[in-house]
């Protein structure tokens, strides 16, 4: 008898070619009627592919046992319910790290340089009329990193190889890496000339990049978001922005995703990202290859690749 599962979320074309060839699918993200689709399937679904499980959803599904999430992050899940009722949950770890350091260091690139005001001088054709300011460099600065998980160690190494100093902040230190530890988040703001934020989201992280941390980053400092809109005070973070108490922002998140606030997106001092740090064919790829991986361990009573709960 066919496993059925439900999709929450598009992914790759192999990896639903590949969930279609081993289990009955129900796309949800796809249903005209997702309610209706629920009704006439939530019995029978036993493991949900893709991101975004509320607790109204797993409640609705009576036979649930897995959840494999597309995506390293995993706030999207209501975990204490999970847990409640003993559904595994899976999430998709390393394979996405080079991507988003890359967008990372990108990111900071574009800030520093201004490189989307440059492009859209040229295409302008203003530079006839003369030559945009000089702008700064990154390699000699110090970088500040919020969570030196696996993508933050990514980051890192990066960081180093453009000439950065490199120092970080999290729950705890980790003894075995080289970089100077701050238990304080406001004290190593004030020290770094970049602060990134690559923690997880979720309630134990929320407003975590405070006015207070913001304001001791400074008039020179530079913020950087590719972790979640939520850890960061976002109405603080415009206003200092708009009033030159914050240098810039390069941000790949935000707080009510797709909408970003129209004031933000005038600033001249800030470069704005679509939530791509993972998009790439690579990262996708590897990610769905990942939850299908995780899915089959389920169901043939093999240890998980990675679990969360």
């Known amino acids: 008898m066919s496993i059925h599962i439900l999709q929450t979320y598009p992914m790759p074309e192999r990896t639903e070619n590949v969930l279609a060839e081993r289990f009955t699918v129900h796309k949800l993200h796809a249903a005209s009627e997702p309610h209706r689709l629920i009704d006439e399937v939530g019995g029978l679904v036993r493991a949900i592919a893709g991101i975004g499980v509320p607790k109204a959803l797993m409640d609705r599904l009576s036979a649930l046992e897995i959840i494999a999430n597309f995506g390293v992050g995993y706030d999207s899940i209501d975990l204490p319910t999970a847990q409640a009722r003993n559904i595994r949950v899976t999430n998709t770890p390393d394979v996405l790290s080079d991507a988003v350091a890359e967008l990372t260091i990108g990111l900071m690139l574009s800030l520093a340089r201004h490189l989307p005001m440059a ?30 998980g696996r993508i933050g160690r990514e980051i890192a190494n990066r960081a180093q190889a453009m000439k950065m100093r490199v120092v970080y902040h999290g729950r705890s230190r980790q003894p ?8 304080d988040l406001a004290e190593m703001a004030k020290d770094v000339d970049w602060l990134v934020a690559v923690t997880p989201g979720g309630s134990g992280t929320e407003r975590l990049v405070s006015r207070k941390v913001l304001e001791a980053l400074g008039p020179q400092g530079m913020f950087v978001n590719v972790a979640r809109g939520s850890v960061v005070d976002q109405d603080a973070l415009i206003d ?23 004031t933000l997106r005038s600033l001249e001092n800030v470069v704005l990202s679509p939530h791509q740090g993972s998009a790439t064919k690579e990262a996708r790829d590897a990610m769905g290859a990942l939850v299908v991986a995780n899915l089959i361990a389920h169901f043939g009573g093999k240890p998980l690749l990675s679990q969360v709960v």
């Not at 492009?119 to 970088?143: F, H, K, M, Q, S």
């Not at 075995?176 to 238990?183: A, L």
């Not at 810039?248 to 970003?260: I, K, N, T």
């Open 176 to 183: 075995r890496q080289p970089y100077v530890f701050y238990g």
């Open 240 to 262: 200092l922005l708009a009033t030159g108490r914050l240098g810039g922002a390069a941000l790949d998140v935000f707080d009510a995703e797709p909408e970003v606030p129209e």
């Open 119 to 148: 492009d859209r001088y040229v295409r302008d054709g203003r530079w006839p009329a003369g030559n945009l300011p000089i702008y700064r460099e990154i390699g000699g600065y110090t970088l500040g990193i919020v969570g030196l």
